[in-house]
Each structure stands twice: as C-alpha cells, then as structure tokens.
C-alpha cells in the first residue's frame, strides 16, 4: 500500500470517527460512601471511615467513536455532607474519563470507565467557615455503568464507582477498593 493510499485510508476512518459521536451535556446526583485512608512511612497504618455526601453534578461527554470509547470531563459538583456542610468544586478533578461500551444498538447498554485526574479546588464550608484549597495531586478511579437511550438525543444512566487512589502533595496516600460513590443522571445531546 503506497502512503497516498494509506494516507486516504486514514482520513477515511477519521472522518467515519468524528461524523458519528455527538458532544454531550449532562448532569446528574451524586453520593459519595466512604474513603480509606493509607500512609507509609516506617509502619502502614490503615483506617476507613465514612465520609458521606450527597450532591448534583454537570458533565461534557463526547462520543462514542466507532460505537465504543466515550470521553467524559466533569464541569461542576456540589457536595453536601451529611456530618454538616458544603463543598462547591468548579472543574473538579481536571482530567479525562474514559467509558467503554459495547458497539450495539441496544437500548440499555452497560459500561465500564476508568479515568485519572489532577488537583482540584475547592471551596468548602463547615460551620460558616469558608475554606478554599487544592485536593490529590493524582486521582485515579473506575468503576461500571449502565444506561438507557430514552430518545436519540436524551441517555438516562445509573453508575457506581469501585476503584480509588489519591496521591496527596505531601506524598500521603488514600486507596479504596470496593463501592465509593454511586450516581444516577442523564446526558442530552447537543446541536443538530
């Protein structure tokens, strides 16, 4: 195959990749279960505790390319917790998850995502006291999907998350495998 050919090749499966996806808005309500925390130094201390919340969030996806692979950024989430108080996080987590879905035209599809992502900022208030501070330096997550096409341009959708780790500027370290947050929302499709 001469590089003219292969190069029309490519343009070919770029332009099939790029007509089909849709850029997506969505928003949807949030709870968060539980952290585990680990550090290591001389000794590995482990301690779970429950940090519960609760909170809407906003999302852009866009996808899927070739009827698998959707990438995701969250845009906004308010976090209201139960223990008291708030916390409001504009681009939290900035980074890029990644859904994977099976290549059908099947009205419930299950997912599976994975994504990694950097500092956050966040304004949080406990007491009346407002706080405002950067979270995990590196923020690695996954977790399963499911989701229903309601219309062409509208996808209700419940997720959970299983997989956790943060690693902290001062080189602290949190893990958690096993249910950490749970969602359930819908994502609209946007232009023509």
């Keep these: ?15 099939v990749a790029l007509a089909q996806p849709t850029f997506r808005i969505g928003t949807k309500l949030t709870t968060h279960l539980g952290d585990a925390w680990s550090s290591s130094g001389d000794t590995t201390v482990r301690e779970v505790y429950e940090k519960t919340s609760v909170g809407p969030a906003v999302e852009a996806s866009y996808g899927p390319v070739f009827g ?27 980074g890029l998850d990644l859904m994977a879905e099976p290549p059908t035209q099947w009205r419930v599809k299950p997912y599976v995502w994975v994504g990694v992502r950097t500092t956050a900022y966040t304004q949080q208030s406990f007491s009346g006291v407002y706080e405002f501070y950067h ?4 923020h690695w997550r ?27 500027w001062g080189g602290a370290m ?15 499709a946007l232009g023509k």
């Design 1 to 15: 195959m001469t590089a003219v050919r292969t190069a029309g090749v490519c343009l070919v499966l770029a332009g």
């Design 174 to 188: 949190t893990e958690v495998i096993g249910l950490v947050n749970a969602g359930i929302g819908a994502r609209f």
């Design 68 to 94: 698998v692979l959707t990438g995701r950024l969250d845009l906004a989430q308010v976090d209201i917790f139960t223990s008291g108080g708030a916390a409001f996080r504009l681009f939290p987590m900035l």
């Design 142 to 168: 996954g977790g399963l999907g499911v989701k229903y096409r309601l219309t062409s341009r509208i996808d209700l959708f419940a997720e959970t998350q299983w997989y956790a780790r943060d690693t902290y």
């Design 135 to 138: 979270d995990s330096e590196t």
